[in-house]
C-alpha cells in the first residue's frame, strides 16, 4: 500500500547535525502516522522517535530526548528526523515505519511498512 525511502544519512562528527528524509509514496497513502527506528550490528533494531500523522502527539527514546526531532509534512508525504548533538552510539542504520489510521508509538511490531534505512555514521 506504501513505499517508504529514507535519505538523508551520511557520516558527520560528534556534535554535528544530520536531517534524515522519509518520502512516502503510494495510491493509498493517507493518515499514516511515523516512526523512526535504528539498528546496529549485535543489537535489537530500537525505537528512536514517533509522531501521529497530526504531528500532535511525539515520542522520543530517552537517549535522544532534547537532541532528535521528529516533523511530518503532510503535503509532501514526508517525515523528518533532525538530529542534532550527535555522539558515536548514535552510529546505526535508521529505518522510517508507517501505520495507516493508529498511533504505534514506539511499539515496532505494530508497523507494517519498512523503508531500506540509511546509514548514519558519527565520528569522535
Known amino acids: 500500500q506504501v513505499q517508504l525511502v529514507e535519505s538523508g544519512g551520511g557520516l558527520v562528527q560528534a556534535g554535528g547535525s544530520l536531517r534524515l528524509s522519509c518520502a512516502a509514496s503510494?495510491?493509498?497513502?493517507?493518515?499514516?502516522?511515523m516512526g523512526w527506528f535504528r539498528h546496529t550490528p549485535g543489537k535489537e533494531r530500537e525505537f528512536v522517535a514517533a509522531?501521529?500523522?497530526?504531528?500532535?502527539?511525539?515520542d522520543y527514546a530517552d537517549s535522544v530526548k532534547g537532541r532528535f526531532t521528529i516533523s511530518i509534512d503532510n503535503a509532501k508525504n514526508t517525515v523528518y528526523l533532525q538530529m542534532n548533538s550527535l555522539k558515536p552510539e548514535d552510529t546505526a542504520v535508521y529505518y522510517c515505519?508507517?501505520?495507516?489510521?493508529?498511533?504505534?508509538?514506539?511499539?515496532?511490531?505494530?508497523?507494517?511498512?519498512w523503508g531500506q534505512g540509511t546509514q548514519v555514521t558519527v565520528s569522535s
Open positions: 503510494g495510491r493509498t497513502f493517507s493518515s499514516y502516522s
Open positions: 515505519a508507517a501505520v495507516r489510521f493508529d498511533y504505534a508509538g514506539r511499539r515496532l511490531s505494530e508497523y507494517p511498512y
Open positions: 509522531i501521529s500523522w497530526s504531528g500532535g502527539t511525539t
